[in-house]
C-alpha cells in the first residue's frame, strides 16, 4: 500500500516512461518506420521484396536467407551516394552478422532493388 500511496503522489515528471526509451543508435520497430521516416521504410519494403524474391527462387523462408535485423539494418538509414556501389550495403550486411553464402545470394539483389 506505501508504495501505491508513493506513486499517486508522484508527479507525472518523476514517473517512470510509458515506452522504453529509444537507444541511440539503435532502430526502432518496423512498424513505426512510416511514422517516423517514410523514405526508410519505402526502403525495407525493397529490400524485404528483393530477398523473399531470392528465397522463393530457393524455395525458402526470406528470414533463412537473410536475417530481418539484417534487412532492417540495411533500410533504415539511407546509402551514401559518394561510396562504390555495393560496399555499403555488403559492409551493413557484414556488420550485422551475414553469412557468407547470405551476402553472395542477396548483395547483387538488394543492390539492383536500391538502385546501388
Known amino acids: 500500500m506505501r508504495a501505491l500511496a508513493s506513486v499517486a503522489s508522484m508527479t507525472e515528471d518523476e514517473l517512470p516512461p510509458k515506452r522504453k526509451p529509444v537507444q541511440p543508435g539503435s532502430i526502432p520497430e518496423p512498424r513505426q518506420w512510416a511514422r ?65 553464402w547470405q551476402i553472395d545470394l542477396t548483395l547483387d539483389p538488394v543492390c539492383d532493388a536500391l538502385g546501388v
Open 36 to 100: 517516423i521516416d517514410e523514405a526508410s521504410a519505402a526502403r525495407l519494403g525493397i529490400v524485404r521484396g528483393a530477398v523473399a524474391s531470392v528465397a522463393s527462387g530457393l524455395g525458402l523462408a526470406p528470414e533463412v536467407v537473410l536475417a530481418p535485423q539484417v534487412q532492417r539494418y540495411l533500410a533504415w538509414a539511407p546509402l551514401d551516394p559518394s561510396r562504390p556501389s555495393g560496399d555499403e550495403v555488403e559492409e551493413r550486411m557484414v556488420t550485422r552478422g551475414a553469412r557468407d
